[in-house]
């Protein structure tokens, strides 16, 4: 008698457990769908930028200042095609919106950088399973060209001379 209902108090354990580790998985699944979101339109011309044909804004981690040609930020972006073919994208757009390359790196991830007028765009490409990837696009002002307004610099006056830290 006491083992039977040790057993029934372990089916009964065992069966909540289970319950309640689905009901995690799917607040999970739940969850990643609602970061996950595809770009519309409006998205699109707000970034000003080619973008990959299908692909989703991570929304929590997409920071976004500004409108059009002058928005500055952080986009991360989920693809369904392979790391090298969205870099082959990011590539072949850019420069035909007026991007020049500076440089790429390839790695675990691909690394592009480009600049246009006073502006740089930084992409990193992730791969991840199944031939699918993430990209990271960061654009914002050039660094020289804000810190030499914000510090009153004159950038035809350089000196050999190195600065003194006191």
Not at 35 to 55: G, N, R
């Amino acid at each position: 008698m006491f083992s039977k209902s040790l057993s029934r108090t372990f089916v009964y354990i065992f069966t909540i457990a289970l319950l309640s580790s689905c009901a995690n998985m799917q607040a999970m699944i739940e969850s990643q769908a609602q970061e996950e979101q595809e770009i519309s339109v409006e998205q699109k011309l707000q970034v000003a930028i080619p973008l990959p044909e299908d692909s989703k804004y991570l929304i929590n981690k997409t920071v976004i200042f500004g409108e059009g040609s002058k928005f500055s930020g952080i986009l991360y972006l989920q693809h369904d095609k392979s790391a090298d073919d969205i870099a082959n994208f990011y590539r072949k757009n850019l420069i035909s919106d007026g991007w020049s390359e500076i440089g790429i790196v390839r790695s675990r991830f691909i690394l592009i950088n480009f600049e246009k007028e006073n502006r740089f765009a930084t992409i990193k490409v992730i791969r991840t399973m199944f031939e699918k990837s993430e990209s990271e696009i960061t654009i914002g002002p050039k660094s020289s060209t804000q810190l030499e307004k914000s510090l009153e610099i004159d950038s035809n006056s350089s000196s050999d001379e190195p600065f003194i830290v006191q």
